[in-house]
């Protein structure tokens, strides 16, 4: 796993909210009280109060959003009647109709004048329902507020329709106020019609430049970070190190915990009470921070469905006590396909560990069909096992990416065949299973699923491999090739000597990074999903020691790949049911659902028995799929286990923005704000630590196969935002507690001070 340095273990960054001012406390609950089921029938003292409130934060609080509280859309094909929005916006055909159909009805009951007249009137003011900011044309930011019965339109404009179709009111809308007081008094009409931030009243919204600029595209702050919305998916799991699914058609989520437990998620979000797999008894992992021993790969045959076949990789010790890295086989139960047969064991391979750390632990099949496994350099500092090290040593199966056919058995016995055309099969002096080397420890690889449409990458592997001192890098895995280490570090040398006499062939990597963005690289996926177009090829990673989200995006021309930073969108852009602005900290792994949409696994205190990871989906908050486009139907599957059902721990944005000013300021919980990383505190002081008695004669690694757990202290400073939501002010910001404070919460016995550990890690 990662490999850490602590010096303290603060695992928040918290997203910014406004905090109202007296006249906002004393405003909202009037334009509440005073507003009926259509949202817009008050009186105008109370509109003049709310606008005059909201105004002066309008223009931090538009992103597109539809009716519906999603992101807008690109119509599979184009509208006939609202065409003004066919190329992006809220309707598909089927709405478009029903709007259309709508509007026939209304100019049913107009002489030929009166459809002369007023018919362009009356379609522009139906189709807002298709415009991409809908839910502000409607004044319905918020899922509690009443949706008004007609758009928000500009002052002008409301003046012309009322002017020259004021008799369509009633048409419009059965508002009974609305209809009663309004069609004899046009300016009351059209400031009830009135938007607190003018920008978004139609038809400005349209000739809006900074709205419609880049209007679908994927929200970037000014420092050009994108901007991504999370759902929280599972919570209380002890280091989840991977997410699974059987490619079965299923749709089950299979979550490994590094103490040797593997849960099943139903497509409902529940889980099952008993789980898939329990070897804890065989599987060696300590309670210490950052111990990267454990439960640490799985991968499903590609024929699963058929065969029930699947394989697990977990550091175990032997009755010499040496520990070992163990590839196996297992099958599921016969008569419940979600247990597995824990007398089905069938081990592939045995790898012993010289040291505690660096244990790799990624197994994916390829698309070739083909069991890849990523191994670690065997530990330590700098790889200092002979001459070369053993990354440079192809007679070792340490620090490589191996290839083996779990489908067949060599002829010397090996309970698994080497595909022929293993890059080193013919040479004596290289162990044939060796597909790639000169990797230090490579955490977390995938499989690119492709391009949806034309299939382009398809295949290609992506590993993080963590660094020593200096760099955390990302690299294509390629047939036969050395990736450098412990010759070379990222783009750099690390051994001068070994450099300067190695081969000009070797793998460079597509990315790498220094220590000012992090110390310890999470390998991610490329996202190929389908409900988040905007984020299709970008391949999304992480850094488990800062927390950071990051991808990297190929130039097609130059085959280069740029970085862009990804924060946790802003409560503005993340205003959306079920999102979340927060994150627990430290990134341990990536992970890919059965229908190609991204996640994320993350802790607060990284340690294999604490129940404090969660699971989370990442989701674009400027551009989705069309409605139905992405709807799939699972397989059923047949459960014996009780079914315990999904209950979010962490509030919502929206829940967050209608927290009344009055009550309490939250608790900080073990969730971490991410947004860009930009950072900034004192250094927290050393604390004593405590020694944990583990079950090995092994002291404490240095932390999650990546040299480094230092836990930031830093927390992040985000923009504030206000809220137009007319419910409820947002909250103001919990106060950050103190270091000393952060210290209580920790588990006492798992306190283990900055020196000790450094002192371990350069062991």
Known sequence: MNEPRYEEVQDFYTSDLKKPTLKEVNAWPQARKSSSSSGVSFSCPHVCVCLSLLCLTGTLLGHPQCLDYGPPFQPPLPLEFCSAYENFGCCDQERDNSIAAKYWDIVDYMDPQGHKLCGTYIKDILCQECSPYAVHLYDAENPQTPLRSLPGLCFDYCSEFHLNCYSAIRLLTGDKHIQECCETNRTHFCHLLQLQDEDYCFPRVLQNSALSRSLGSALEERGGCVQLCLAEVAHGLRNPVLMAHAADQTHRAFIAEQL???????????????????????????????????????????????NGKFYIYYSYMDKNRVEKIRISELKVLASDANKADPHSERNLLELEEPAANHNGGQLLFGVDGYLYVFTGDGGKAGDPFGKFGNAQNKSTLLGKVLRIDVDGRSPDGKPYRIPPDNPFVSDPKARPEVYAYGVR???????????????????????????????????????????????????????????????????????????????????????RGCESPNLNGLYIFGDFMSGRLMALQEDEKTNKWKKKDICIGSTTACAFPGMISSYSKFIISFAEDEAGELYFMSTSYPSAYAPHGSLYKLIDPARRAPPRKCKYKPVPVKTKSKQIPFVPRAKTVLELLNEPSTTKRPKKSSTVT?????????????????????????????????????????????????????????????????????????????ALAKGKLEKRRKK
């Not at 950052?290 to 590609?302: Q, V």
């Not at 660094?467 to 890098?473: A, D, K, W």
């Not at 202290?713 to 923009?719: A, F, M, S």
């Open 441 to 527: 420890n490579m955490w977390r690889c995938a499989v690119d699923r492709g391009d949806p449409v034309t299939k382009k990458g398809r295949g290609r592997v992506f590993c993080g491999d963590v660094g020593q001192n200096r760099f955390e890098e990302i690299d294509l895995v390629v047939k036969g090739g050395n990736y450098g280490w412990r010759a070379k570090e990222g783009f750099e040398c690390y051994d001068a000597k070994l450099c300067h006499n190695s081969s000009l062939d070797d793998i460079l990597p597509i990315f790498a990074y220094g220590r000012s963005v992090g110390k310890s690289v999470t390998g991610g996926f490329v996202y």
């Open 674 to 750: 991410a947004a860009t990383p930009r950072f900034s505190s004192k250094k927290a002081k050393k604390t004593p630590s405590t020694k944990i008695k583990a079950s090995t004669a092994k002291t404490a690694p240095s932390g999650k196969g990546r040299q480094k757990v230092k836990a930031e202290t830093k927390p992040y400073k985000g923009k504030k935002v206000a809220h137009s939501s007319r419910t409820a002010p947002a909250p103001p910001l919990p106060k950050k507690k103190s270091l000393a404070r952060a210290k209580e919460v920790l588990p006492k016995k798992a």
């Open 260 to 306: 040797g437990l593997v849960w099943v998620y139903l497509p409902d979000g529940s889980r099952l009470e008993e789980p898939f797999l329990d070897i804890q008894r065989m599987v060696l992992a300590t309670p210490w921070l950052g111990d990267e021993r454990g439960f640490l790969g799985m991968a499903f045959h590609p024929k699963h469905k058929d």
